[in-house]
């Protein structure tokens, strides 16, 4: 069996793994596995049916057979859906991603889900962003990467992203929001949010995204030097 390069790229929330995984999946022509999104749809799927999301015997069932599908639309933006319905907003409000970390505490739920996780390891390879890419899902990756951010830089990240999105929000009810995430995915018993041995460290403050994927790239073409051009 011929073995599928895996760059893993694990961090808090607002370190900007997801632009950086997607700009690092694209310069490569690998896949992306955006696995935070996963979890964001176990909670949709889990109030659309009203369970409750700390009932992880109710939501396992419903991680398991997850229907969802992710495309692009006219412009290329990218469009998710759960079962028919398109959930693309609703999965990236600031609620969806509460909801996320509170599913992603529960144990049955990320058993129920790694399978599903790896199965995005397809030729020529794959960028997977989240938490526990590294450590869990893909312990055996070539390349591990760790983001991390001031906190008052993520919280002024998140900030600027809503308000492009003209969604109203306050910089300091984004950093609690933050920090009790922070807290929450960082302390949680079941593959809490830890840097793997391996990965390699970068503190992306002041940085700009160019800069941070361009040195990712570097580190992928150095480690696969083999696999990438
Ligand atoms: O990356 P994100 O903001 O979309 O993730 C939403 C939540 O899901 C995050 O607070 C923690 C959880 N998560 C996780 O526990 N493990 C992952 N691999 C990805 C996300």
């Known amino acids: 069996m011929n073995k599928v390069p895996v760059m893993t790229i694990d961090g808090p929330s607002g370190s900007g793994k997801g632009t950086v995984s997607r700009a690092a999946a694209k310069a490569l022509g690998w896949a992306l596995l955006d696995s935070g999104a996963l979890y964001r749809l176990v909670a949709l799927a889990g109030r659309k049916a009203g369970v409750s999301l700390d009932d992880g015997a109710g939501l396992a069932p419903l991680a398991e057979k997850l229907n969802i599908r992710f495309g692009s639309g006219e412009t290329g933006e990218e469009l998710v859906w759960l079962d028919d319905a398109e959930v693309t907003g609703a999965i990236r409000t600031e609620e969806a991603g509460n909801d996320a970390s509170k599913v992603a505490a529960l144990p049955v739920v990320r058993a129920a889900l790694l399978e599903r996780q790896r199965r995005f390891a397809v030729p020529p390879g794959l960028v997977a962003d989240g938490r526990d890419m590294g450590t869990v899902v ?92």
Request: overall charge neutral; hydrophobic content about 45%; proline content about 2%.
């Open 138 to 229: 893909f312990p055996q990756a070539e390349v591990k990467i760790f983001l991390t951010a001031s906190a008052a830089e993520r919280a002024g990240r998140r900030h600027k992203q809503l308000k492009e999105k003209g969604v109203a929000a306050t910089l300091a009810a984004l950093s609690l929001e933050i920090a009790e995430r922070d807290l929450r995915d960082s302390t949680r018993s079941a593959s809490p949010l830890v840097a793997s041995a391996d990965a390699i460290l970068l503190d992306t403050t002041g940085m700009a995204v160019d800069a941070v994927v361009e040195r990712i790239l570097e580190v992928a073409r150095g480690r696969l030097s083999s696999q990438v051009e």
